[in-house]
């Protein structure tokens, strides 16, 4: 069972927002994010005020791209079946899926949650790719390159909740703040 490499919880996530009866087709936005896919290399933030539906895109988008699964009955219907690069981009890329806002029992510290999210990368890399050499003592970054340089198969990345640790230690140091004036 993958961890974070083509896992189902972006695709299940999909499903249940989509079968909602107030469901808001938000999919045309993939296809302007197909481009920057393609070329590779781009970083893409998309930033929204709470509650306007950043969670709904980013498993929208996982669950659109992601190889593991057959997503083509949930996008059925959808504008972007109608796009001339559907079948093309739909499941065709390895994505890493995130959210960054869950925090494991028993990881204290920044370090420690990295370190767990690292060693549970390593573990979807080693299922998914047993044919290429994978060093665990080598960098997560010197990991992705060598498998880009066997398989030449890019990764897509998509994080949810990746503004949390801003929030939170912002909100903390208000607090901090606002009781030291007081």
Same mark, same amino acid.
């Given at each position: 069972m993958a961890n974070y490499l083509n896992s189902i919880k972006s695709v299940s996530l999909f499903r249940m927002e989509r079968m909602k009866p107030y469901f808001v087709d938000k999919s045309p936005m993939i296809e302007e994010l197909l481009p920057l896919i393609e070329s590779g290399g781009s970083y893409v933030c998309i930033t929204r005020p709470r509650r306007f539906g950043k969670s709904l895109m980013a498993c929208m988008l996982a669950a659109f791209l992601e190889k593991g699964q057959n997503s083509e009955h949930m996008f059925c219907g959808l504008e972007i079946a109608q796009s001339r690069d559907y079948d093309k981009n739909r499941n065709a890329y390895?994505?890493?899926?995130?959210?960054? #806002?869950?925090?494991?029992?028993?990881?204290?510290?920044? *370090?420690?949650?990295?370190?767990?999210?690292?060693?549970?990368?390593? *573990?979807?890399?080693?299922?998914?790719?047993?044919?290429?050499?994978?060093?665990?003592?080598?960098?997560?970054?010197?990991?992705? #390159?060598?498998?880009?340089?066997?398989?030449? *198969?890019?990764?897509?990345?998509?994080?949810?909740?990746?503004d949390i640790y801003s929030t939170v230690i912002l909100s903390a140091t208000r607090t901090r703040t606002a009781i030291f004036c007081f």
């Open positions: 390895h994505v890493f899926y995130f959210t960054l #806002n869950e925090i494991p029992k028993g990881c204290r510290s920044y *370090e420690q949650y990295i370190d767990r999210v690292e060693s549970r990368i390593l *573990e979807d890399l080693r299922a998914a790719y047993s044919q290429c050499r994978i060093n665990g003592e080598e960098s997560l970054w010197d990991i992705l #390159n060598d498998i880009y340089s066997e398989t030449e *198969e890019g990764f897509v990345f998509v994080l949810d909740e990746w």
